[in-house]
Antibody, heavy 126, light 113 residues
Framework: QVQLQESGPGLVKPSQTLSLTCTVS??????????WNWIRQHPGKGLEWIGY???????NSSPSLKSRVTISVDILKNQFSLKLTSVTAADTAIYYC??????????????????WGQGTLVTVSS | DIVMTQSPDSLAVSLGERATINCKSS????????????LAWYQQKPGQPPKLLIS???SRESGVPDRFSGSGSGTDFTLTISSLQAEDVAVYYC?????????FGPGTEVDIK
């Protein structure tokens, strides 16, 4: 079955760029059937959707983060990545990658997330 | 954005007893044309990622025990664990996918009494 695994630095300095990669195994990221998402969870808190990439030309992100987020796919490596610029302590969180199902019928609708990677803790600190 | 709320924040239930978690959306997530509620439920155990339990408000995922059930429509939803087992100790989240951005409830922590 499809499995996802996050990788990247666990510590990022304030004002720098957070960069994470999600490696997908057991399925092709280029199938066109799914959205490839990043979701974060602040320590002890709830879940916040960051954004997705669908293919090399289509991506979307949360309005609250849009100006700082880039999500892209690398079909050859079967990976997708997240870049979050100008980070602050408020960006300290566990970052998950997750496969998302496309919306049905309702314009602008989304889908659920399954499966998820194990998550990686990213701390923003000098 | 659609705001999701959950109640209670936490609950403790005796083994074998029923646990009920409520989820409310700030606007309806029911699409009348297909009569589907765009709502999912997840279980998150300590140190683990969330696991999808239910989609379309009441459709249990393959492999999820049938003691888990989802109900509700429009703006009000419920996740019920009919007979709580020790392995059900977790935080449970609802998520709407009716509109972008998808949003989650704050979570309900379920523990053993």
């Amino acid at each position: 079955q499809v499995q996802l695994q996050e990788s990247g630095p666990g510590l990022v300095k304030p004002s720098q760029t957070l960069s994470l990669t999600c490696t997908v195994s057991g399925g092709s990221i280029s199938s066109g059937a799914y959205y490839w998402n990043w979701i974060r969870q602040h320590p002890g808190k709830g879940l916040e959707w960051i954004g997705y990439a669908y293919n090399s030309e289509t991506s979307n992100s949360s309005p609250s983060l849009k100006s700082r987020v880039t999500i892209s796919v690398d079909i050859l490596k079967n990976q997708f990545s997240l870049k979050l610029t100008s980070v602050t302590a408020a960006d300290t969180a566990i970052y998950y990658c997750a496969r998302g199902f496309p919306g049905v019928s309702v314009p602008g609708s989304f889908g659920w997330f399954d499966p998820w990677g194990q998550g990686t803790l990213v701390t923003v600190s000098s | 954005d659609i705001v999701m709320t959950q109640s209670p924040d936490s609950l403790a239930v005796s083994l074998g007893e029923r646990a009920t978690i409520n989820c409310k959306s700030s606007q309806s997530v029911l699409y009348s044309s297909n009569n589907k509620n765009y709502l999912a439920w997840y279980q998150q155990k300590p140190g683990q990622p969330p696991k999808l339990l239910i989609s379309w408000a009441s459709s249990r995922e393959s492999g999820v025990p049938d003691r888990f059930s989802g109900s509700g429509s429009g703006t009000d939803f419920t996740l019920t664990i009919s007979s709580l087992q020790a392995e059900d100790v977790a935080v449970y989240y609802c998520q709407q996918y009716y509109s972008t951005p998808p949003t989650f409830g704050p979570g309900t922590e379920v523990d053993i009494k």
